[in-house]
Every structure is written in C-alpha cells, then in structure tokens.
C-alpha cells in the first residue's frame, strides 16, 4: 500500500477537520509480542498512523525515555527481521493502521537496502524513515523504496535551508517529518519558540505533501497546539515513557488511555 494507505489516514483527519495523530512506541519494548498488543491499543484510541521504532544500539536522535527503550527491546533479542515479521503478523491478523519504521542506517545497510524495502513492502510496512540518512546520501533508499512501493519519509529541523528544504521535500512520500525543535526526541514543557514561523515555511515548502511535527510534543494541550500548524503530530516520548513500569498490562493501559487523551485533543480549530 506503501504512500497510499499513508495519504488516506492523513486525508480522512483533514476531512474530519483535525490532524492526524502519529503515536511512536519502540518494537520489542517489553517484547514483540507486547508489541502487537500495544499497536491495537493505539488503534483503539484514535491513532491515525503508527511509527514502530527498530531498536538500535547507538541511537543518535533518541533522548533518554527512547534510549532506554531501546535497551530494553535490544535485551529482549529484538531484531530487525523480528520487527518486519510482526508486522507481518498484525497484517495478516487485520491490523489496518499505516505503519511508518523508525530506524537507523547501520541495520537497513546491514541487511541490504533492496532486500529491506522488499521485505518491508512484503510485511505491509508503509514508509521508512531511516532517521541518521542525509537526503544527499539517500539515493540508494529511495530507489529501492520505490521499486517496493514503500514511501520514503525524511526529516526537517529549523536549522534546515531552503535548499536543503526542497530537497527532504522532493524524496519524501507519505510526508514530511517535521522536528519541532533541535536536540534529540524526549518530553518537553512547551512547545518550542518560533514553531510557528518555522511550520509555515514547511507546509510553504511542501505544498500538497502531508507535515507531521514531531520531537517534544508532549502533553494534549501541547498537541493541541500542534494541531493548528501541522497535518499530523507525531508523539513518542511521552508515550514509551509509560512503558517502563514492570507490569505490561498495567503499561499497556495506561498507554491506551494517554494515546486516547492525545488524540482527542487534535480537533483543530481555526
């Protein structure tokens, strides 16, 4: 389904005159099969899309909540062929929410950036965003992207040129991840100064291309604030923090009821 399945959850939130709500959560946290279970409990709450974070040992643009995350997926013996065979299973299980992958190049170079897109494809991923890969050094992933018919998602921050804008533009599909502020993922007071000026330049940069915001949204006023710039926002932080309890059920509950609070608060108003 790749970009198409990912254009009509952003297309049915903009008809129901909200943005779209993209929870992040990392596979394998506790482990795979908790996993499963937490993607229905973000369908149940009103999540539009999903982004399933691959667990990896260097995780450069995580902060501390996702970091530890990703230890603990990374303990459970997570792979990345783990994570494409889940989704496999929720597929083939009925699972209909588009999927987006959050990873890094070290595993998608490891395992062959053709052979990647084609199992993602297969599995009924949607998009990837291999989030350490310049757009200038993409040419590879985008072409075997393509060819599987998985959309390809790529990053702009505010320190992002207008040059350098088109560019993430032009090899993104699906839609424009957009970080809201500088540093690494994690939960945050407030939404960072000047959002507004620089969400405006990147729906003026992406036309008829989706905007996610994402990084430091945290709370459902925070969300809702978000919701008046951008066509979807994007929540991890805040979410997988809910995940460190030791009891999964109990973690699982309260994720659903946070992803449930979230979602209600993107109703835009104008």
């Keep these: ?16 005159g909200r943005a779209a709500f993209v929870p992040y959560i990392t596979a394998g946290d506790p482990s795979l099969d908790w996993t499963g279970r937490y993607l229905d409990r973000l ?17 450069v643009a995580d902060g501390p909540v996702n970091q530890r995350s990703a230890e603990r997926a990374l303990a459970a013996k997570t792979t990345l062929t783990g994570v494409l065979d889940l989704v496999g ?22 395992f062959g950036w053709q052979a990647f897109a084609r199992r993602a494809a297969d599995a009924g991923v949607d998009a990837a965003l291999v989030v350490d890969l310049p757009v200038e050094e993409a040419g590879e992933h985008r072409a075997a992207c393509a060819s599987a018919g998985l959309a390809a998602v790529f990053l702009a921050a505010p320190t992002t040129d207008d040059a350098r804008l088109a560019a993430a533009v032009a090899a993104s599909s699906g839609f424009l991840y957009c970080v809201a502020r ?3 993922t994690g939960a945050a007071t407030s939404l960072a100064a000047g959002l507004t000026a620089d969400m405006a330049r990147f729906k003026r940069a992406a ?3 989706p905007v996610a915001v994402g990084f430091g949204v945290t709370t459902p006023e925070q969300a809702a604030a978000a919701a008046r710039l951008a066509d979807g926002v994007i929540v991890g932080s805040a979410l997988v923090r809910l995940l460190e309890g030791k009891d999964p059920e109990a973690n699982g509950k309260a994720l659903g009821d946070a992803a449930a609070a979230l979602a209600a608060a993107l109703e835009r108003r104008c």
């Design 43 to 59: 369908a149940e709450a009103g999540a539009d899309l999903v982004e399933l974070g691959v667990p990896f040992s260097d995780p």
């Design 182 to 184: 500088l540093g690494v």
């Design 89 to 110: 299973h929720k597929r083939a299980a009925g699972f209909s929410l588009p999927l987006v992958v959050f990873t890094y190049a070290n595993p998608v170079a490891a």
């Design 207 to 209: 036309g008829k291309l």
């Design 1 to 16: 389904m790749g970009k198409e399945r990912i254009e009509a959850a952003f297309a049915r939130a903009a008809a129901a």
